[in-house]
T-cell receptor, first 110, second 116 residues
C-alpha cells in the first residue's frame, strides 16, 4: 500500500541552526512534491513545490530536495527562528490527488 | 489577499443530525477539496470537485456527500452525523490545470466538528 512517512517525534532545535526534516514514501511515483506549514488550529499554508525532474528548490531560508531514486525529500530551514516553530507537512501529487504525510513538528528554542 | 473561508470554526452537533459544512473561495479556482485531519492519521481526502456540479470520491467518502452548485462554493454534507466523524475538517482550492499537486492548494482555517 502507499505510504508517506514523516518523523512522528518533534524536532527540537536551537535558534540559528538548520532544521532538516525527512519525507519518505513507498509505492508512489509522484510527479510533484509539496511542503506545507501548519500552525495549531489553522489550515496548512503552502511553502514550496518541487517537480520530479528537479533535484533542489530554494525559497529564502527554505530548501527542498527530491530524490526519486531514494524516494525521499529533505526539507531544510536554515538560520531557524522561534517563529519557524510549527508542524511541516509533505504532500505527494499525481493522479489528480494530493496525499499528505502526517507532519513533523519543529520547535525552535531561543 | 486570496481566501478560502469556511463557515464555522467550531461546531457541535448531535448524533444523527444532518450537518452542512460550507466553504467559499474568492480566487475563481476550478478545483475544490474537502479533507479531514485526525491526530495520528494526518490529512485524508474525502471528496473533491474539478468543476461546478462535478465531484469525485477521495479516499474516505463513506458517510459524506458534497454539493457544488456554484464555482466558488463547495459544501460537505454529513447525512447522519456519528461520533466517529468528530474531526477537524479542512477545505482547499487550487487553480486550473490541476493534475494532482502541480499547483499549490489554498486551505481554509478549518472547522472543528464535535459530534455528541
Amino acid at each position: 500500500s502507499q505510504k508517506i512517512e514523516q518523523n512522528s517525534e518533534a524536532l527540537n532545535i536551537q535558534e540559528g541552526k538548520t532544521a532538516t526534516l525527512t519525507c519518505n514514501y513507498t509505492n508512489y511515483s509522484p510527479a510533484y512534491l509539496q511542503w506545507y506549514r501548519q500552525d495549531p488550529g489553522r489550515g496548512p499554508v503552502f511553502l514550496l513545490l518541487i517537480r520530479e525532474n528537479e533535484k533542489e528548490k530554494r525559497k529564502e531560508r527554505l530548501k527542498v530536495t527530491f530524490d526519486t531514486t531514494l524516494k525521499q525529500s529533505l526539507f531544510h530551514i536554515t538560520a531557524s527562528q522561534p517563529a519557524d516553530s510549527a508542524t511541516y507537512l509533505c504532500a505527494l501529487g499525481g493522479n489528480n490527488r494530493l496525499a499528505f504525510g502526517k507532519g513533523n513538528q519543529v520547535v525552535v528554542i531561543p | 489577499d486570496v481566501k478560502v473561508t469556511q463557515s464555522s470554526r467550531y461546531l457541535v452537533k448531535r448524533t444523527g443530525e444532518k450537518v452542512f459544512l460550507e466553504c467559499v473561495q474568492d480566487m475563481d479556482h476550478e478545483n475544490m477539496f474537502w479533507y479531514r485531519q485526525d491526530p495520528g492519521l494526518g490529512l485524508r481526502l474525502i471528496y473533491f470537485s474539478y468543476d461546478v456540479k462535478m465531484k469525485e470520491k477521495g479516499d474516505i467518502p463513506e458517510g459524506y456527500s458534497v454539493s457544488r452548485e456554484k464555482k466558488e462554493r463547495f459544501s460537505l454534507i454529513l447525512e447522519s452525523a456519528s461520533t466517529n466523524q468528530t474531526s477537524m475538517y479542512l477545505c482547499a482550492s487550487s487553480s486550473s490545470g490541476w493534475t494532482g499537486g502541480n499547483t499549490e492548494a489554498f486551505f481554509g482555517q478549518g472547522t472543528r466538528l464535535t459530534v455528541v
